[in-house]
């Protein structure tokens, strides 16, 4: 028989909890991101002019673009499983401590996200649907990281690779994807008109978009010298 005092080391799926005596040292663990083959399908956008914009836009045949290929760039990638749990359908700001979904809580602890909100983009819940996913579509740049967690629905990522082609990320519901500070990127609906997302962000949240070109501004060169010309 152990004697009381006996120290118990039980691991849990994303802490440690760790009893001594009466007190307990916690020991918080790194979310890992999903498996290559978990990632969201990617591909090659067709050249030119984008036409309809919420179509897949696939070159034929198919370029499709690997979770290696998205690493490069910048891009992270995790899976929940955002059936599990009951989000609203809009709150602006949501409190991320409120997250049900212990996975979602150990991310948000890893990486520091203290402020979140929800949003639905379909025409029964965003006022001006059509002008506000046009303005979603314009070639941009943010100045701090971008976090989306697709609760459900889908929806298009296109992103510029280092060559500055346009390579399509089609996320769906459960996809927790972050893009880089200074990437050029743009969002769109697909054709459900659907997609219903978690934004999360470090401190006080900054949405403003600051449309290509964008050469001189300190994000951009930040993401050149990480992104780019590191790996020339």
Not at 50 to 64: F, I, R, W
Not at 111 to 137: N, W
Not at 142 to 163: K, L, N, Q, T, W
Not at 195 to 215: C, D, S, V, Y
Request: charged letters at 30%; a negative charge; proline letters at 8%.
């Amino acid at each position: 028989k152990k004697p009381a005092t006996a120290q118990i080391c039980e691991v849990v799926k994303y802490k440690i909890q760790i009893p001594v005596a009466r007190s307990s040292i916690f020991i918080q663990m790194t979310v890992e991101q999903a498996p290559d083959n978990e990632w969201p399908e990617a591909w090659y956008m067709t050249e030119g002019d984008c036409e309809n914009q919420k179509a897949l836009n696939k070159q034929e045949p198919n370029q499709p673009v690997t979770a290696e290929m998205l690493r490069k760039i910048g891009i992270n990638y995790w899976n929940l499983p955002s059936e599990e749990f009951t989000y609203p359908v809009k709150s602006v700001p949501w409190d991320p401590k409120e997250a049900p979904d212990p996975k979602l809580m150990a991310l948000r602890d890893d990486r520091g996200y203290s402020y979140a909100d929800i949003i639905t983009i379909h025409p029964d819940h965003l006022p001006g649907y059509d002008e506000k996913v046009k303005s979603f579509f314009e070639e941009h740049i943010h100045d701090a990281e971008e976090i989306r967690y697709i609760i459900s629905g889908s929806g298009f990522f296109d992103v510029r690779d280092a060559d500055d082609k346009w390579v399509r990320v089609h996320v769906k519901k459960g996809d927790l994807m972050t893009l880089p500070e200074g990437i050029y990127h743009r969002f769109t609906c697909d054709e459900s008109d659907f997609i219903h997302a978690m934004r999360l962000f470090k401190g006080q949240p900054i949405w403003t978009p600051f449309n290509r070109p964008q050469e001189e501004h300190p994000s951009r060169q930040k993401y050149v010298d990480e992104f780019i010309a590191a790996k020339a």
